[in-house]
């Protein structure tokens, strides 16, 4: 595999960025008999063992504070494609779904997407390829909460917190939201909710609604969950497109609770299933 050690950095990298690597390299791979995903699997591999044995041999003195910042995005990278819960190209001739980390020691911290044409080896199929990036400052971290990638301060009450947030937009597009977040509620900040103190009192005036409305019976449509529980109208679409439901269905809570009991993504919306008096069996 030495031909393919060439195309591998000192660093782990992604499958996506193996393939980045290795494009037009269709020779190659002739050459070692493997199609795309088996080579960039390979480089993959080559590039995991070249990161460990840098760190083995690497004086602490000496230790390169690029190589160890790649290092850390190409792994932050991985782990954000597992939770990423917008919509990403699943084209399966040509293009494919990006998602990269990247640390900024200035700026703010912020997501974007974009989409460009892609074209397969042979130059024959068209495709269309998904980019999400999120860039992440040091004092800030990101977490999925109710299906909604959130930014907020390391330093903090996660309970109670300016943050930034993103809902999905037109393809694979997403939007920008600026506000608060209070006990898992995403607050955005207006003219009637223009401080942390406000978004509280906004939430307990929720609560105070949805412990008296959890146990009725009426069915559940995307309308009376956004105006009696305080859940965002984007986090209720993104919620239906994630777990395959209709937006504009009419449901009882044990017909809710079947729909999506063994859909693997339901854990991310326990908390909020909760709230609105649907149980599901975890």
């Not at 393939?19 to 199609?35: H, P, T």
């Not at 309308?223 to 497109?241: Q, Y």
Request: aromatic share 10%.
């Amino acid at each position: 595999m030495k031909q393919l050690a060439e195309f591998a950095p000192k660093w782990a990298i992604s499958m996506s960025e193996a393939k980045k690597r290795l494009a037009g390299q269709s020779e190659l791979r002739k050459a070692l008999n493997m199609n795309a995903d088996e080579a960039a699997k390979v480089l993959c591999q080559i590039a995991e063992k070249k990161h460990w044995r840098y760190w083995r041999t690497a004086k602490s003195s000496t230790v390169d504070k690029g190589y160890l910042k790649k290092a850390i995005q190409a792994r932050e990278s991985d782990k954000l494609k597992k939770v990423l819960p917008y919509r990403q190209s699943e084209s399966r001739w040509a293009g494919e779904a990006n998602v990269s980390y990247f640390i900024v020691d200035k700026g703010q911290s912020k997501l974007r997407a974009s989409s460009h044409k892609s074209w397969s080896s042979n130059g024959k199929w068209s495709g269309t390829s998904s980019d999400h990036s999120l860039y992440l400052n040091p004092t800030d971290t990101y977490e999925v909460i109710g299906g909604l990638l959130t930014i907020f301060p390391k330093r903090g009450d996660k309970n109670a917190t300016p943050c930034t947030w993103y809902t999905q937009g037109k393809g694979f597009a997403v939007n920008e939201k600026i506000g608060f977040l209070v006990d898992g509620y995403h607050i955005e900040i207006s003219e009637g909710v223009p401080t942390l103190d406000a978004a509280k009192a906004h939430v307990d005036r929720v609560k105070a609604r949805t412990a008296k409305d959890a146990a009725k019976p009426d069915l559940l449509t995307a309308k009376t969950v956004h105006k009696r529980f305080g859940f965002c109208e984007e986090g209720i679409a993104n919620f239906c497109e994630i777990m395959g439901i209709n937006p504009k269905g009419r449901y009882t809570r044990e017909e809710l609770g079947a729909l999506i009991e063994n859909n693997p993504n339901a854990k991310r919306f326990s908390s909020y299933l909760v709230k609105m008096g649907v149980n599901i069996a975890q």
